[in-house]
């Protein structure tokens, strides 16, 4: 069953916080918690901390071991963990390797994908659009997008919110086994839509909650639509340009700019371990085909949890988040807050990213990791990570403390 769970799992491109699946088989995870475990043996460490910028020595040496010992429990090759709390200090550190074959050390500078961090930015132009009164929340998706499955009842609100009821493609059978049969392969947005939406939805819009690549595509399509270009391309002029991210972007194919980290999954058809550094992304486009790094990612957190680039009233309807099947996390438009964090979170094929902001206390945290193999126990890394980092620097304010079934 581990095979089958896991391919549904696939690719969720990802659900937030502390998703739980079927365990996974004892080889493919052995596997990566021994290259984990022997990179603890002599762990290397960077760091960009400048001198009298660090949290103390105290704090600092708790940070350290929380982490390590995360990354050797959740049996994860490098890790990247920014954490800036103004007033306070700040932590900037990499550990473990980038390589698993060459053993090359982890190092804070790598480009990663961010997988469904993706939606944030989607989201956000998106909302710009109404902003400019392009479009309208409670716009039903049938005015942009013929062919959806009653997409006249269901809204661009529903989309972004994750309340449209519409199929996840991602949990189609024939997608996935024809993604993992050939992960190199292009997809276009309508080949993916295609495959949800030969089921049928499963509930009705508003209804309830469901995270589902299949609503962000739609709104991708949307923004092509309104703007007459590119989705890639309004994402840059309209999105990266203003809050000034020079290391994001949203490939056209498989690219992927120099430095990043090899990055390894067990998605695949065999449930064997791979390296997925060079699947081709673009099954995920609007949903979590982008990259990025640790600095653009910082500057990130802040520019969605405040609104900079919207106006204080779409900002607001932005953050009117609703519950989830996720106890203690809710959702808004493209973004969730767990705990007093607001950002997202993002799991690819050989990659996953955390990129939260704690408005009170200014606070933004970064992870970056080279691997989204779940847990024995069916977390996601990059949420063992999180939770290990806040509970030692924001005791009040710890990252999911959830663990969920499907």
Do not use: C
């Not at 998706?141 to 493609?169: C, K, N």
């Amino acid at each position: 069953m581990r095979r089958t769970s896991r391919r549904r799992r696939l690719l969720a491109a990802t659900l937030f916080v502390a998703s739980v699946v079927v365990p996974v088989t004892a080889a493919p995870a052995a596997t990566l918690h021994a290259a984990a475990t022997t990179s603890h043996t002599a762990p290397h460490t960077t760091t960009t901390d400048h001198p009298g910028s660090g949290l103390g020595p105290e704090l600092t040496a708790r940070l350290d071991r929380a982490i390590e010992d995360a990354r050797r429990q959740a049996g994860i090759p490098g890790v990247v963990v920014g954490l800036w709390m103004p007033g306070k200090g700040s932590y900037v550190r990499a550990t473990g390797v980038a390589d698993t074959a060459t053993r090359e050390p982890m190092t804070v500078d790598p480009y990663v994908r961010i997988g469904s961090e993706t939606k944030t930015f989607t989201v956000t132009a998106l909302l710009q659009l109404v902003d400019d009164h392009k479009v309208r929340l409670d716009d039903p998706i049938s005015r942009y997008v013929r062919g959806v499955p009653d997409g006249h009842r269901i809204t661009l609100r529903q989309l972004a919110e994750m309340r449209s009821g519409l199929f996840p493609y991602t949990s189609d059978t024939d997608f996935t086994h024809a993604l993992l049969s050939d992960p190199y392969r292009t997809f276009t947005p309508h080949e993916v839509l295609a495959y949800g939406f030969r089921h049928a939805n499963t509930f009705a819009p508003g209804a309830q909650f469901e995270y589902s690549n299949t609503n962000l595509v739609l709104l991708g399509l949307v923004i092509e639509k309104v703007t007459g270009h590119r989705l890639a391309d309004v994402i840059e002029h309209r999105v990266l340009r203003p809050a000034h991210l020079h290391s994001t972007l949203f490939p056209d194919g498989d690219e992927f700019p120099a430095p990043h980290p090899r990055g390894y999954t067990d998605q695949t058809l065999s449930g064997a371990t791979a390296d997925a550094t060079d699947w081709n992304p673009s099954w995920a486009w609007a949903a979590g085909a982008m990259i990025s790094n640790l600095h653009d990612l910082r500057r990130w957190a802040g520019v969605v949890a405040t609104g900079e680039l919207l106006s204080p009233r779409t900002q607001a309807e932005r953050l009117k988040t609703l519950p989830t099947s996720f106890p203690g996390t809710t959702y808004g438009l493209g973004i969730f807050e767990t705990n007093g964090w607001i950002g997202h979170n993002g799991s690819i094929p050989g990659y996953e990213t955390v990129t939260v902001y704690l408005p009170s206390q200014k606070a933004t945290l970064v992870i970056m990791i080279n691997t989204d193999t779940t847990t024995a126990d069916g977390q996601e890394p990059s949420t063992v990570l999180a939770r290990a980092v806040t509970a030692v620097a924001t005791p009040d304010h710890v990252y999911d403390g959830a663990v969920v079934t499907p």
